[in-house]
């Protein structure tokens, strides 16, 4: 009777993290940093979408040992590496080293032969997250969640498509008779 109580698995702690991951992008025939940069962020941008399109996608700040600021990119023999940071949110993880296991995952799926280093994990306050509904999700791997999160966006976009096409026909009653009109028409 003595042993304290352990939390089972249906009282673990959700929570949502935002991630930030460098990523290190090679570039090839170019000439100047700001290329570089722009080409960078372009086939990026190709790699994650549409899969990942709500990964948001800027340069990387990088200083030497001293402290000096450098560009992102580093151009020789017209080619660059350029260095990005990578930043999702990751939903309904227990714990911040697996919200930056998922992304990393999930970046590098995308992402092949890219090195990634997770920057940061920070976790996102409950009032947050409640904010922002518009915001992609990503869950930690729970199918069943993804499953019903379609089948509610699909019962929302039948429901708007309904309304529409309810409106379409108040406007037009004249031009389209209804059905029991056509019955007593024969």
Known sequence: MGEPLMPSAAQSIC?????VVEAA???YDVTTPDEAIRIAVSKTGEMLNPDLSYVEISMSPRTTPDGEELP??????D???V???????????EQEEHASRIARKEIGQRLENVPLKVLTVERIPDSDAEDSPDESE???????TDSNKATDSNKATDSNKATDSDEATDDGDDLIPEFDDLLEDG
Do not use: K, Q, W, Y
Request: proline share 6%; aromatic share 6%.
């Open 15 to 19: 929570m949502d993290c935002r991630v």
């Open 25 to 27: 992008i090679p570039v």
């Open 72 to 77: 992102p990119a580093f151009v020789a023999a």
């Open 79 to 81: 080619e660059a590496l």
């Open 83 to 93: 260095a990005l940071e990578l930043e999702m949110t990751v939903f309904n993880v």
């Open 138 to 144: 990503e869950s930690a791997g729970d199918e069943a």
